[in-house]
């Protein structure tokens, strides 16, 4: 069983930044591709970005890329995502996933992460 604390949520005015951490504990982290997603009110669960066992390949929704890094360090069985540029519609709650497949096609797929986090909330104001 992984428990994911997810912290370094709050708010921010547009165009700031935030770095969001998950700590893992109770399994073995490098074994876990990791994940970000976020929910706003109102809106369906999105893929925010991923990030491989490894840390080698990444992955990143259309509407992040190019201003958010996800990063890990395995030795600290932490994962991190760094948020630039923020916008007003990126305000949502972020929630950080574990998943113990490999497949690359299922990436995005929240329904294939195995352990979630409580969430941490994401305001940004314009």
């Known amino acids: 069983q992984v428990q994911l604390v997810e912290s370094g949520g709050g708010l921010v005015q547009a165009g700031g930044s935030l770095r969001l951490s998950c700590a893992a504990s109770?399994?073995?982290?490098?074994?876990?591709?990791m994940g970000w997603f976020r929910q706003a009110p109102g809106k369906e669960r999105e893929f925010v970005a991923a990030?491989?066992?490894?840390?080698?390949?990444?992955y990143y929704a259309n509407s992040v890329k190019g201003r958010f890094t996800v990063s890990r360090d395995n030795a600290k069985n932490t994962v991190l995502l760094q948020m630039n540029s923020l916008k007003p519609e990126d305000t949502a709650v972020y929630y950080c996933a574990a998943s113990r497949s490999v497949l690359t096609t299922l990436v995005m797929i929240h329904s294939t992460y195995d352990y979630w986090g409580q969430g941490t909330q994401v305001t940004v104001s314009s």
């Open positions: 109770g399994g073995t982290f490098s074994t876990y591709r």
């Open positions: 990030i491989s066992r490894s840390g080698s390949s990444t």
